[in-house]
């Protein structure tokens, strides 16, 4: 093969192609790429997506002995992380796999356990504590300031708005937050157990033992080496961004006619009408936001495209509007293709309540789920409005403004109120129950609003199959009568309009309101203030 950049590598004599190729994993790592070309070009930030492309490159490289896997200043969530452990696992199997850890931490060490050999410098940090989270309740704060905040909620363990109405973590909330970071915990030993062949026993010891230094960790056989990385690479050693061009050489273009599955992505708080980011980290109206408009309509589309013959949605998301929720939840359920939905670092409450009407349900061990429950409230500022000399002054029907900040909720709103979420709470329930073939009652007993991890979802019967993106694309192909290297793409509604998307989110970000939901006040939420740490 006659490659004229591979000339400017400066290889050693006798060397044609680089025989190690070192791989750098850093950052947040979102699951997806950006669905536009410009933007992806644009963007910086690496995704799961096009570390499994790369992985897929550098494990049909005949030319290739190994890979250094470099782990460093890794920042995306367990759930991440463990989707990275089983590309990296994968990519051992075909090629020397060698992960090197300058910072040992809980989920460094989560997507590291995917490789045989695992290394790190003698002066690694070492951050090996457990899981913990901290929410911040702002109920005093607020109060203190004259707002306080109405909180009705299905049911006790349902605590999307309690940071606002609340001054401290009360015990149901705490109970599930517990159960959360304790399965967490047995997902993180079952991981490093299988990836350095012991018991669980021992990665058990692991965990307890609150190490210091990495010379500790190898003498306890969590490490395989001590190591600088200079000690790792050779003469024929070169980055992978040295090499793209031999690597994508190796790619055909795929054909617009074959047979393929399509990719849905619902990230962020869902809501009504079309999806829009705001990059402000504010409570509510932070981050992206998934819009049943936009969703639906890149459902249709996969749904009518005669080539897509299955289609995997990927939720990441807390949830939000009921509304835009059930609307989502009606194509999938609906779709006469197979429908897989994985889950990623959160599919709670409306993202749950999407998800019910797939055929199959994918999610990580460390995926925070369930959350069946439903939420209204709003702010109240009487007392603020006093201390500054604000006078709201209402004409018309008092109910038609039951939802003013101005006072709290009357008791026959509240009784309205109630009566409202209890419906909603009875048709989530009941989506739940036929979706997953299980009867009402028990859906409400493992309901009332508590988050499970993904390994507890499954003994409940709330998920089918613990895994990754990779694995839903499996399980759609199987069920589409594909063959698993079968195409893929990203849905997006037709038409999806001149502008690309980064130009999108600057324009939307000056459109969202404090309030996101529209006119909707009954949510399907989990707060995702909640990271585990």
């Known amino acids: 093969m006659n490659i004229p950049f591979l000339d400017k590598l400066n290889l050693p004599d006798g060397v044609s192609h680089p025989t190690w190729v070192v791989l750098d994993i850093t950052g947040p790592y979102p699951e997806l790429s950006p669905t536009q070309p410009l933007q992806a070009l644009l963007n910086r930030t690496e995704s799961v997506e096009a ?12 030319w290739l ?7 460093s200043e890794f920042t995306a969530s367990p759930t991440t992380a463990h989707a990275i452990r089983g590309i990296l696992k994968r990519l051992s199997e075909k090629k020397r796999v060698v992960a090197h850890l300058p910072q040992l931490t809980m989920t460094s060490l989560i997507a590291a356990s995917g490789c045989p050999e695992l290394t790190a410098p003698e002066s690694a940090d070492v951050m090996l504590s457990g899981f913990a989270l901290e929410p911040t309740f702002m109920g005093a704060f607020l109060k203190k300031h004259g707002i306080e905040f109405e909180n009705l909620r299905i049911r006790e363990y349902k605590a999307a708005l309690t940071r606002f109405s609340e001054e401290q973590m009360d015990d149901h909330n705490r109970e599930q937050l517990q159960a959360y970071l304790d399965a967490a915990e047995a997902a993180w030993v079952r991981d490093l157990a299988e990836g350095r062949g012991v018991g669980e026993e021992t990665a058990r010891a692991w965990l307890e033992e609150d190490f210091t230094s990495a010379q500790a960790m190898f003498e306890a056989g969590l490490l395989t080496k ?12 070169r980055p992978i961004a040295a090499i793209v061009e ?11 006619k074959e047979d393929r599955i399509a990719v849905v992505p619902v990230i962020g708080t869902i809501v009504p009408g079309k999806s829009r980011n705001n990059p402000l980290p504010l409570p509510l109206m932070g981050g992206p936001m998934a819009g049943s408009d936009t969703v639906v309509a890149a459902l249709k589309r996969a749904k009518a495209d005669k080539h897509t013959k299955a289609i995997v949605v990927y939720v990441n998301s807390g949830g939000g509007s009921a509304l835009a929720s059930d609307l989502m939840h009606r194509e999938i359920a609906t779709s006469e293709k197979p429908v897989v939905v994985v889950m990623g670092e959160y599919a709670a409450s409306g993202g749950y309540y999407l998800a019910a009407g797939a055929k199959k349900i994918i999610a990580s061990p460390y995926t925070i789920t369930g959350s069946i429950g439903v939420v209204t409230g709003k702010p109240v500022m009487q007392k603020f409005n006093e201390r500054q000399g604000f006078k709201p002054e209402g004409v018309g029907r008092p109910q038609a403004l039951k939802y003013s900040a101005s006072r709290p909720f009357s008791d026959e709103e509240r009784d309205h109120m109630a009566r409202g979420i209890e419906e909603v709470y009875d048709r989530f329930i009941t989506r739940v129950a036929d979706g997953r073939h299980l009867t009402k009652e028990r859906v409400n007993e493992i309901g009332r609003g508590r988050i499970w991890s993904g390994a507890d979802a499954l003994n409940l019967g709330l998920v089918d199959e613990l895994g990754d993106l990779h694995t839903g694309l499996q399980r759609a192909a199987e069920l589409a009568g594909l063959s698993y290297d079968a195409p893929t793409w990203t849905a997006t509604p037709k038409n999806h309009g001149p502008l690309p998307e980064f130009v999108k ?10 309030w996101p939901f529209g006119k909707e006040r009954v949510l399907t939420w989990f707060d995702q203030e909640i990271k585990v740490r």
Not at 65 to 71: F, P, S, T
Request: glycine share 8%.
């Open 51 to 62: 570390l499994q492309k790369r992985a897929e490159a550098l494990a049909d490289a005949g």
């Open 505 to 514: 989110d600057v324009r939307d970000a000056a459109q969202v309101s404090v």
């Open 65 to 71: 002995h190994g890979v250094l896997v470099r782990i």
């Open 226 to 237: 001590i190591a600088y990385e200079d000690e790792l690479v050779g003469p024929g050693t």
């Open 246 to 256: 031999l690597l994508s050489a190796q790619f055909d273009r795929p054909n617009p």
